[in-house]
């Protein structure tokens, strides 16, 4: 029983003293918003921190720390990355400069390993107080399973200056640090090793690489003399006496530790001197019982034959200690003629139509093609070496604690050429007998996504051609229809998209083994030996359009379905209302208990503690903020009130709407109206759509610059009413299908007569930018603005074109995926021109607004230029937005600032009749570029 008289200390209670007028917000109100960016309860739920950041990253947050049992609470300024200690009596975290004070230092140009660093700190729990600090500090490391220790990375010193404080709020300095050996505190970044009975800080200098043991005491470190002067050597360090040992010295490079969980078992990569480092060939090497020994060598040692250990990979061991994992791979002899100099060697990338990956997708994964390795493992009982893969069997899937005897394996070689145009991508499957490193096909060309079994029997899997869940016999390589006999679908019954449909998801196993799967609405449970019928343990979700599901928190076994309290954690979306509760479901009896209803909103983030007597979680609605809540004892305390600001501005409300398409179908959608919504008067009206979005009814949409898309907070705080549409495809007619339901629904909207008929405005981004881009070329004067963002303008081009950031065809998207044609370009020309926008372009007569990037990964930027060019012949009204370096959707808070601005202020100037900036009637020439954002409004 926790104190929960003394939680509710922690609640301050605000009594406004006298209303004041909510005013509309502004885009320079985007930096008062701030987001929990992380929240961590510890092992007995006593304690909880939570790190709060601003949405922008423009302004300085704060750590909370929330003692459950006292009732008390800290926080501390800018404050960041905390973790508790595993016995719960101290939390550690960094604290970073202010905001401030850095902009400040960059704005004057101090050099980088100049300007103000982070700062570590100690909070004693029982103390309530801090109780050490630490200047100019990287990172830090605690152990995961016992206390007493921490280990910091410190930056290197600077050289006798003014002190200068790392901040402009600094916590009180007790900093026990004391360095001996100035000089090389000068050279590098060191350790410090902290003992927190003690308060003794033990210093280890030229610091390569540290490990921890996860389960109890024991930390191994490498140290080296500087980049390619050579390693010193690797060292353990007996933490109890805060003394190291040698293990090993004398040879160039010390690399990729590794150490057991229980600490008894120490491993390494080492190569020997090389006067071309780029050249090293490491070998490995194990200690246990105090003897160290050589695994592999040069010469081949427990490798196959011409094969070397792969030096990027870091080897690890099983969480028992059983194997000790590493990495080999085939050497590579180029034939380099060096007699050219770098400058004569032609720059060329050679496309042929028999490679299996196209050069874009090389490019993307060059470096994990480069150290593509394979798995084997030493026995550390016998001393055997077991080789799991080769190139034949590319992949293998361990289990968590990678001790089972039957794992499964995986290669795509076969299918990857046609892995441009086909989905979805197959591969072949094997079980591989761990022990023998045996391998034997199980399933062949396959889509599925097999999850082994806990006890290491059996994988279950969804089969796309038969559409039922299925269980393969590892050792018997026997395969088991689990649903055939299940009248119910398994796939998603709504997929439009033309290729096969996939399922609902996997629930995870229960305690006993059982796999859980869904259906649309239901949670079931199988049996993977087949012995059992499959059972529905939810029963009702299809009756009362409630759609039920179990959860997977344990990150370490993501296999695993979540448990409270001895029984099972569901959740239940009503899809009547769009809101969640949280039961718990006994399996005995399948008889279920509410334990939360947060009565209309949503619930998310759980965290259990590890006693399983409590958990953390949210919950949200448009107009409420996902703060932070904690559940015990069967009650709800709220923990967080991260924007109390919000109560200054104006916001808005949420609502389902229901209309039927042109062609008959019932659709779903929100509407979004703004505070003192007044159904007598005209409001101008901005629909935004993307696929199928009705079940975001209670999404919280925190005020933020965009990244690609409008705000709808914004949206309704500043007097325009959102419409949000779900959209159902044809296939062959995906531009047709947006028209069928996007403006059917606004129609249908229109008709509720609070609508302005001609302030309507439409905006999307990728494939909804496509939509707006086909809407204009249908719809003639029906809307006064469109925004599109990243549009496919020409399917006839695009449909050859490459994805960047993957290095993917193109083409498997139109065939198969979310552009829908599902043909090729030869076989389907006729669709390909029926839905590209750039042909349509004739019969625009909405001014539209397009925004694509010259980095974007996903749609190649031309087609944006595509669009515009063809807009622009015709003297058609078109502005086209390009950030520089950005991607699909923008990254850089700056770019994302501007887009908000320019967005808003098109569509306030055909919405809302206000005047038109500078940028949209002059422009901004190139030599302009940077100086003048040409914000002003005409006339002001």
Not at 291 to 317: C, H, M, Y
């Amino acid at each position: 029983m926790k104190y929960f008289v003394a939680l509710l200390l922690l609640l301050t209670f605000n009594f406004p003293a006298q209303s004041q007028q909510k005013r509309p917000l502004s885009h320079e109100d985007y930096d008062l918003w701030k987001n929990i960016e992380n929240a961590e309860i510890a092992k007995d739920g006593d304690l909880v921190v939570s790190v709060v950041t601003t949405t922008t990253g423009r302004g300085d947050g704060y750590l909370k720390i929330m003692n459950i049992k006292t009732g008390s609470s800290r926080k501390f300024h800018n404050a960041y990355k905390a973790s508790i200690s595993p016995d719960g009596n101290y939390v550690f975290f960094l604290r970073k400069p202010d905001y401030a004070r850095l902009r400040q230092e960059k704005k004057k140009e101090v050099k980088e390993e100049e300007q103000s660093k982070d700062a570590f700190f100690i909070y004693d729990v029982k103390k309530n107080s801090l109780s050490d600090s630490i200047q100019r500090v990287k990172n830090y490391e605690i152990p995961s399973e016992y206390s007493g220790w921490v280990i910091v990375e410190k930056l290197k010193d600077l050289k006798e200056k003014k002190a200068r404080d790392t901040a402009s709020k600094p916590a009180p300095k007790i900093d026990s640090l004391k360095i001996i050996n100035k000089t090389l505190a000068l050279e590098g970044n060191y350790a410090l090793v902290y003992n927190l009975k003690s308060g003794a800080v033990d210093t280890i200098f030229q610091i390569k690489e540290y490990k921890l043991a996860n389960n109890e005491p024991a930390l191994f470190f490498s140290k080296t003399r500087g980049d390619k002067k050579g390693d010193l050597g690797v060292y353990e360090y007996e933490l109890s006496g805060m003394k190291s040992k040698m293990i090993d010295t004398g040879r160039f490079a010390y690399d990729k530790l590794a150490v057991s969980n229980d600490g008894k078992q120490f491993a390494y990569l080492s190569a020997r001197d090389s006067t071309a480092t780029d050249s090293l060939q490491f070998e490995l090497f194990y200690k246990k019982e105090g003897k160290l020994k050589q695994i592999t060598d040069t010469l081949g040692r427990n490798l196959k034959e011409n094969w070397i250990v792969s030096e990027a990979q870091a080897p690890f061991f099983s969480e028992h200690g059983e194997r000790l994992y590493f990495y080999s791979r085939p050497k590579r002899d180029f034939d380099i003629d060096t007699s050219m100099l770098k400058e004569e060697i032609p720059d060329v990338d050679v496309w042929t139509y028999k490679d299996k990956l196209i050069q874009p997708e090389q490019k993307v994964n060059l470096e994990e093609l480069k150290n593509k390795a394979y798995l084997s493992y030493l026995n550390t009982d016998n001393n055997q070496v077991v080789a799991l893969h080769n190139k034949d069997l590319e992949y293998v899937d361990l289990d968590g604690d990678a001790e089972q005897r039957y794992i499964l394996g995986y290669t795509a070689s076969p299918y990857e050429v046609s892995r441009s145009w086909k989905y979805p991508w197959a591969r072949d499957f094997y079980i591989v007998d761990t022990r023998t490193g045996e391998k034997r096909l199980a399933l062949k060309e396959s889509a599925a996504r097999p999850y082994l079994s806990p006890d290491g029997k059996y994988a279950v899997y969804f089969d796309l051609e038969t559409q039922d869940w299925y269980s393969l016999d590892l050792e018997n390589n026997t395969k088991t229809n689990l649903t055939t006999n299940v009248q119910v679908p398994f796939q998603d019954v709504e997929n439009d998209i033309p290729a096969p449909a996939g399922d609902y998801g996997f629930g995870g196993y229960t305690e006993n083994g059982e796999a859980l799967v869904f259906d649309q609405f239901d949670i079931w449970k199988l049996d993977p030996s087949g012995k059992e019928a499959p059972e529905n343990i939810t029963n009702n979700g299809r009756e009362n359009n409630i759609r039920y599901r179990s959860l997977r928190l344990d990150r370490e076994h993501q296999n695993l379905a979540s448990y409270f309290d001895g029984d099972l954690l569901v959740t239940a979306f009503d899809k009547n209302d769009r809101t969640d509760k949280l039961f718990l479901l006994k399996l005995r009896n399948e008889k279920m208990k509410k334990l939360l209803d947060p009565q209309g909103m949503l619930l998310s983030g759980f965290t259990l503690a590890e006693d399983g007597e409590s958990f953390l979680y949210k919950k949200e609605d448009f107009q409420t903020y996902p703060d932070l809540y904690l559940y015990e004892d069967g009650k709800s305390v709220k923990l967080t009130d991260v924007n109390p600001q919000q109560k200054d501005f104006k916001w808005g409300t949420s609502e389902l709407f229901s209309w039927k398409a042109y062609d008959g179908t019932k659709l779903e959608g929100i509407i979004y109206k703004p505070e003192g919504f007044d159904p007598n008067k005209k409001y101008p009206m901005i629909t935004y759509f993307y696929e199928r979005k009705s079940d975001n009814l209670n999404n919280y949409y925190a005020p933020q610059p965009s990244r690609s898309i409008v705000n709808m907070s914004y949206l309704v705080s500043n007097g325009y009413v959102v419409f949000v549409p779900d959209i159902v495809y044809k296939e062959g007619h995906p531009g047709e299908s947006a028209y069928n339901c996007i403006v059917s629904g606004v129609d249908a909207v229109q008709k509720l007569g609070y609508i302005d008929p001609e302030h309507m405005g439409i905006q999307g981004q990728s494939w909804g930018g496509y939509q707006v881009a086909y809407l204009v070329t249908r719809t003639k004067d029906k809307f006064a603005a469109a925004m599109a963002g990243a549009p496919v303008s020409n399917m006839t081009s695009a449909y050859g074109g490459i994805r960047w950031g993957s290095g993917l065809s193109r083409a498997f998207q139109y065939e198969h995926t979310q552009s829908r044609i599902g043909k090729n370009l030869w076989e389907g020309l006729d669709l390909y021109l029926e839905n590209s926008p750039l042909f349509g372009i004739p019969d625009i007569q909405t001014p539209l607004l397009i925004m694509h990037n010259d980095a974007d990964g996903a749609v190649p930027y031309y087609q944006g230029i595509e669009m515009f060019m063809g807009m622009r012949r015709l003297n058609k009204p078109v502005w086209l937005l390009i950030y520089n370096d950005e991607a699909h959707n923008l990254r850089k808070i700056k770019n994302r600032q501007d887009l908000s601005i320019r967005m808003m202020q098109f569509f306030d100037h055909f919405l809302k009749e206000e005047p038109a900036p500078v940028w949209m009637t002059e422009g901004v020439p190139a030599i302009m570029k940077g100086k003048d954002l040409q914000y002003d409004l005409e006339g002001n």
